[in-house]
T-cell receptor, first 109, second 112 residues
């Protein structure tokens, strides 16, 4: 039961540009998390936003949450080639985290 | 260094064979998880455990089994009943069910 759905599935940008990924979900949540996965590696937790928060920042990352629309966005500013990875949102309701299928980001130098 | 270790990195299974994937964590986390990831896909939950000696089925438990005899360890057995085992398997742990998860670097399982 995949609740989070990321959009777009794939994104290709030039180094220095901003990258925006979106996540939509279906049921009520306690929090929403974003993770990054480099090819062939495990996921790494990036940021958690609680259901009563609207925006959160961490370095070059900015996450927004709109619980009325059941959606979240992840913005990576001033992207670098090293940001090339897949990015997943994960939602927590009354079950363990449910992950979406991810957005594959390619940052071209 | 605290972390979560999966072994082996690559594993090959013969027809009719059971294989066991190892997952060990030294983060003192109560909860542990096993996920399956197919190419270009997200993570699907196989089993999870929130406390020692207890575990629950996830979305795709058929053909898999687990044990949780120690807090640090959560091995996954892929049985011969799993007819399509080729995938990337990820183990994770967290302080509790909704907390951020720490992942191992995965085991890639293939059929010989």
């Amino acid at each position: 039961s995949q609740q989070g759905e990321e959009d777009p599935q794939a994104l290709s940008i030039q180094e220095g540009e901003n990258a925006t990924m979106n996540c939509s979900y279906k049921t009520s949540i306690n929090n929403l998390q974003w993770y990054r996965q480099n090819s062939g590696r495990g996921l790494v937790h990036l940021i958690l936003i609680r259901s009563n928060e609207r925006e959160k920042h961490s370095g070059r990352l900015r996450v927004t949450l709109d619980t009325s629309k059941k959606s979240s966005s992840l913005l990576i500013t001033a992207s670098r080639a090293a940001d090339t990875a897949s990015y997943f949102c994960a939602t927590d309701g009354n079950t363990p985290l449910v992950f979406g299928k991810g957005t594959r980001l390619s940052v071209i130098a | 260094d605290g972390g979560i270790t999966q072994s082996p990195k690559y594993l090959f299974r013969k027809e009719g064979q059971n294989v066991t994937l190892s997952c060990e964590q030294n983060l003192n986390h109560d909860a542990m998880y096993w996920y399956r990831q197919d190419p270009g896909q997200g993570l699907r939950l196989i089993y999870y455990s929130q406390i020692v000696n207890d575990f629950q089925k996830g979305d795709i438990a058929e053909g898999y089994s687990v044990s949780r005899e120690k807090k640090e360890s959560f091995p996954l057995t892929v049985t011969s009943a799993q007819k399509n085992p080729t995938a990337f398997y990820l183990c994770a742990s967290s302080i509790n069910g909704g907390a951020p998860q720490h992942f191992g670097d995965g085991t890639r399982l293939s059929i010989l």
